[in-house]
């Protein structure tokens, strides 16, 4: 029986409409919703399209409700950019650099060249190509903020794109706390895939390019770029159309084509918003694993991309029995195979609500056993029996963040 104070609707989650009343007077969520079949329909409507809509609802209200203060929503994202809005071209400048002077390569080679352009569908349009060895082309735009607004109270940009597959670079610009007129840049590379996507990339992420300049300080950024370079670009896998065999190969590295919708940074908090019970992999059925999974990673990016502060907690296959009988093992890399207790996970869940530690973080957690020679050594906590037991920090502390 649940508690009298507990209130009761009913609502679908693949139906976003009928959520807005199941926040309404919530400040934080946790969803352990999954769906009741294994048909690929039912786990993208409920783990991916589900937990995007619940975000999305939760978001929104927290907004509407700012905005009935005469505010801003602290869980808003801030927008940078959207180029299908009238004049969100203009103060875009393309530059082009080497990272070495190459005098006699500089004579054969094809150069470079770049348009940064609006397309049909109202996106920005970055594309080109370069050929001079250690070259590389940038869009990059001074950033214009309201007023008495930095990009300190944010933790991260999101990046709304239709990539070609390359990898890119998204570029800095500081000024110097101690010297304001001396410039810092920082960077920080992230991969593509074709078709659209959200790029999510925290600011803790971003690293110097000169090594002695000290960590991002996010309050003094000002500009902001995208890069292009060939000697960064990966190679791929590519089908050999005669032997189906798969080899690696770089595919015209040379040449670039990235659509982008928006840029928006996303807030910062002490504390998560948002707890989302997904799974680790372990006990699904063969024929059932890989459907299963894949929404499941779609539900955790669409709230990693929401702007809300979140936690996503992968437990090993859950079992009916008592709770706080057994230390847990917290871990991340998909690597744990045991059981947890249903009454283990519960706790945790209610545990990472108020501790700032669990924020922005993504983890396995299971039973505790003895690894496999080879495996490496898990963080092992001692799960005490005690509600005052301050178990998750230490265990957190030690995983990645962002992640």
Not at 6 to 24: I, N, P, R, Y
Not at 101 to 111: L, R
Not at 119 to 126: I, K, P
Request: proline residues 5%.
């Amino acid at each position: 029986m649940l508690p009298r104070s507990v209130q009761v609707f009913e609502g679908d989650l693949g139906d976003a409409a009928t959520l807005k009343s199941a926040v309404e007077g919530s400040n934080k969520i946790i969803c352990c919703a999954t769906a009741r079949s294994s048909m690929t329909v039912d786990l993208y409507r409920v783990d991916h399209q589900g937990v995007y809509n619940l975000a999305k609802v939760f978001q929104d209200y927290n907004h509407n409700l700012a905005q009935m203060r005469a505010g801003r929503s602290s869980k808003s994202k801030l927008l940078i950019a959207k180029f299908s809005l009238p004049d969100a071209m203009k103060g875009w400048e393309l530059r082009t650099g080497t990272y070495f002077a190459d005098d006699i390569g500089a004579k054969y080679d094809a150069g470079m060249d770049a348009e940064f352009t609006l397309g049909e569908d109202g996106n920005a349009v970055f594309s080109g190509y370069v050929f001079t060895r250690g070259g590389y082309i940038e869009v990059t735009k001074k950033l214009s903020l309201p007023p008495g607004l930095s990009l300190e109270r944010f933790e991260g940009l999101l990046l709304s794109v239709r990539g070609d597959g390359k990898v890119y670079s998204l570029i800095l610009e500081a000024c110097s706390m101690d010297n304001p007129p001396q410039n810092m840049i920082y960077f920080a590379r992230f991969s593509t895939r074709i078709g659209y996507s959200r790029v999510r990339i925290p600011f803790n992420i971003f690293r110097p390019l000169n090594l002695k300049d000290p960590p991002l300080n996010s309050f003094s950024v000002h500009t902001l770029a995208i890069r292009f370079e060939p000697r960064k670009q990966r190679p791929v896998p590519v089908r050999n159309a005669e032997n189906g065999v798969s080899a690696k190969t770089i595919r015209d590295r040379n040449s670039f084509n990235l659509h982008i919708d928006y840029i928006k940074a996303l807030p910062g908090g002490q504390e998560t918003d948002f707890i989302l019970i997904s799974c680790a992999g372990a006990g699904i059925h063969p024929d059932k694993h890989q459907k299963v999974l894949m929404a499941k990673q779609g539900g955790e990016a669409a709230l990693r991309n929401s702007g809300l502060g979140y936690t996503i907690i992968r437990p090993g296959p859950l079992q009916v029995e008592p709770g706080g009988q057994k230390a847990l093992v917290f871990d991340q890399g998909n690597r744990i195979s045991q059981g947890i207790s249903c009454a283990d996970v519960a706790d945790i869940c209610v545990k990472a609500l108020h501790n700032p530690i669990a924020r922005n973080r993504s983890f396995d957690v299971c039973h505790e056993y003895i690894s496999e020679e080879g495996q490496g050594l898990y963080e092992l906590v001692a799960h005490l029996p005690d509600k005052s037991n301050n178990y998750l920090t230490p265990a957190l502390s030690v995983l990645q963040k962002n992640t």
